[in-house]
């Protein structure tokens, strides 16, 4: 049974870095992509940005000046970095497995709360 | 960037009745990359349908999706009490790669 295990986050301070890692198990890693999605509080769903094994990334314009999605296949783990947060950052982060080729989201971390508040 | 609008933003029902929601895109969107989830408080989404049409592991064949292009349409034939939750339609192309709609809240009438 896949299962994405997610830590790090918790309450920042605006103008730090958010550090979320994302741990894989019960499958293969190399043949997937992973992604870090986040919703705001009461808000819908807003894709962050994926990776695969080999150290591809694809991020959402939004974000892609401030964040960093890096992945260590010896630990089938990624992690993501979002630099100089503000409160607008304030969400429950999510990683997920991005399935090809029809590219969709089957499996997912249970989520972290992040708040950035001074 | 690929805009996906779902409708209704909150659609009222009761149990045992069908329940269609809708998504709308920007700009054509191949039905191998139109999935739908389904999202309760406090828990991840749950992959109901992908490729437009084909059902998750595990998804009662109540739900079903179908679409091409620019609209979308996931159908609950018979709602059931656990059914009732937030519903987000999901793509995957163009830039940003992946954007979700806003979501439809399907609410015990």
């Known amino acids: 049974q896949v299962q994405l295990q997610q830590w790090g986050g918790g309450l920042l301070k605006p103008s730090e870095t958010l550090s979320l890692t994302c741990a894989v198990s019960?499958?293969?890693?190399?043949?997937?992509?992973w992604s870090w999605i986040r919703q705001a509080p009461g808000k819908g769903l807003e894709w962050i940005g994926e990776?695969?094994?080999?150290?591809?990334?694809n991020y959402n314009p939004s974000l892609a000046s401030r964040v960093t999605i890096s992945v260590d296949t010896s630990k089938n783990q990624f992690s993501l970095k979002l630099r100089s947060v503000t409160a607008a950052d304030t969400a429950v982060y999510y990683c997920?497995?991005?399935?090809?080729?029809?590219?969709?989201?089957?499996?997912w971390g249970q989520g972290t709360l992040v708040t950035v508040s001074s | 960037e690929v805009v996906l609008t779902q409708s209704p933003d909150t659609l009222s029902l009761s149990p045992g009745e069908r329940a269609t929601l809708s998504c709308g895109a920007s700009q054509t969107v191949s039905s191998a990359y139109l999935a739908w989830y389904q999202q309760k408080p406090g828990q991840a989404p749950r992959l109901l349908i992908y490729?437009?049409?084909s059902r998750a592991t595990g998804v009662p064949d109540r739900f079903s999706g179908s679409g091409s292009g620019t609209d979308f349409t996931l159908t609950i034939s018979r709602l059931e009490p656990a059914d009732f939750a937030v519903y987000y339609c999901?793509?995957?192309?163009?830039?940003?790669?992946?954007?979700f709609g806003q979501g439809t809240r399907l609410e015990i009438k």
């Open positions: 997920a497995r991005l399935k090809p080729p029809r590219y969709f989201f089957d499996y």
């Open positions: 999901q793509q995957h192309g163009g830039s940003p790669r992946v954007t």
């Open positions: 019960g499958e293969s890693f190399t043949a997937y992509h």
């Open positions: 490729g437009a049409s």
């Open positions: 990776i695969n094994h080999g150290g591809y990334t």
